[in-house]
């Protein structure tokens, strides 16, 4: 693992990136073999002025070398350990850089950077710890009928064994302030982390709030992102932690 | 009376085994713990697990006891899960600190040095 030399950004491109980072606000984008886009999501959010973080958890492909040569500081996992591991990865190193807000933001380009600007606003307006990403309150382009009911229906699961009020349950597009990352801890490394900080969230007592964002399905952002299937890897998860300390 | 020693020291093994495990485990342990006592007690009182199998329309008190002893196994298939949940976290926390460490040393080695005075 790193080693390789293409994890390493040029000179021009460390220093724009501590510019960046030098605003406080980090962007953490976990992804595993997305070589094929991520380098172009990369490129869209440092044209924000954002500095990023990519976690690669263990790809097999270029993910790596795209993501530093796009300008971000990549943190290698060397083996696949899951996305809610990456995401907490990316968190801790984040922390580690100073990070005063942390946005986490999907590897597969279904989420605009443009839209990171308001999550931040919205997040500071209502002195709040945590901006959640809302396709409901939004839109969610291209969405399929199956997938649009299980999320309903993962609302309405978090609503009864969380008791928070959310719209949208499993959208990977967040912002917390550094007071709020510090308070979460995810253990589920896969796909049940969207619950789990859920829950984390509602047992803290911090304040949320929802924020209207765009979900742009495309063939590629399907065939990666979860199945319908998923859902009962998930309960099953969730339960299971229930089990143990 | 042979096979009723030898299930109860089997039982009480069990029991053993919940207790070693109640720390990190609660409530897996709870169950087995549970499940090996009515176990027991069926063994030492046959007529019971009779009348007690007859009451939830088993038939035989014998059969009660093969049904009591087939969730214990399936609760120690759970623990087993669990302990491998438990080796994944670990496995996980040393990954995670890899990572962070080569992520370290990478910006540290990214670093403009420093000036001479």
Redesign the interface.
Known sequence: ??GDGF???D?PA?ASMDKDAACGIWVVIPGYNEGRVIGRVVADVRRQGYAVAV?DDGSRDDTCANAAAAGA???????N?GQG?AL??GI??AL?QGAEVIVTFDADGQHRAGEIARLIENLRRARADFALGSRFRGAATNLPRLRRLVLMAAVVFTRVTCGIRVTDTHNGFRAMTRNGARSIRL?Q?RMAHASEILQQIAASGLRYVEVPVTVDYTAYSLRKGQRVADAMTILLDLF?R???? | MIAKIGLSLLLCVIMLYAWHEYR?????ASMAALAAAFGLYFVWFPDQATRMATLVGVGRGVDLILYIWVCISLLVL?NL??KL??Q??L??AL??A???A??????H??S?PIAPT
């Open positions: 693992m790193g994890s390493h950004m000179q460390a976690v500081r990549v943190v290698r996992h060397p083996i350990l591991a907490q990865t801790d190193y580690t253990r490394n299971t229930k089990l143990y300390r | 990190r485990f609660a409530a897996v759970v899960h669990l949940r438990a994944s976290e496995v996980t990954a995670r890899m990572a962070l080569e992520a370290k040393a990478q910006d080695d990214a403009p």
